[in-house]
């Protein structure tokens, strides 16, 4: 099975802006840009109401998501040790 257009967007979209951050750290980041050469060369069929219906769908996603990010951080980062924690009971 092979990816729709929509997710090919969205696939490459997402894969730059990890690139973004791992490879190319203090340089721009112009998400327009990188929308233009995804449609151009991965997913050329996609209309312009295509483009903003994913955008709008991937910006709601990420806000009503909150709660799943902060979960995620909170297992990720580890935390101080707090001093109720402290082994000899101080």
Known sequence: MTLSERERFV???????????????????NMKRIQALVLKNRARHLTKEDVEELTDGMKEEVLLGATVYEEMMDSLIPKPKS????????
């Not at 802006?17 to 980041?29: A, T, V």
């Open 11 to 29: 696939f490459h979209l997402c894969t730059a802006m990890i690139l973004s951050i791992e490879k190319f750290k203090n340089k721009g980041f």
């Open 83 to 90: 001093y109720d924690e402290d082994e000899d009971g101080r």
